[in-house]
């Protein structure tokens, strides 16, 4: 079978895809992506973490899934810093919490 692509010469990009794409500033993109990638991986977690991670970075749900959909270059990069942090310490405690609580569950049943 013939590829129609076979003599087409090869398409030489600049190495910064996202400047290759278009986006005016290519580093702060790639800095925003990498937030909101860190947000969307805390809160798949569990929808507890989505409800206490919303209040705790003061978003809205719309917010979030926003978010999660890398939906972000005209958010700025101080608030999806904050939002992150924030997403964090609820992570943390929630995981901290559930581990704690299925510890205490065992010692009640002795």
Known sequence: MDDPLEDTLPVMGSGDFLADMGYARPDEARAKFTLANRIALLVQE???IRKKACAAANLTAAELDQIERGNVVDWPVERLSAAVAAVEVVADATAFMDEHD????????R
């Open 46 to 48: 569990s929808e507890m």
């Open 102 to 109: 299925a510890a205490f569950r065992e010692l009640a049943k």
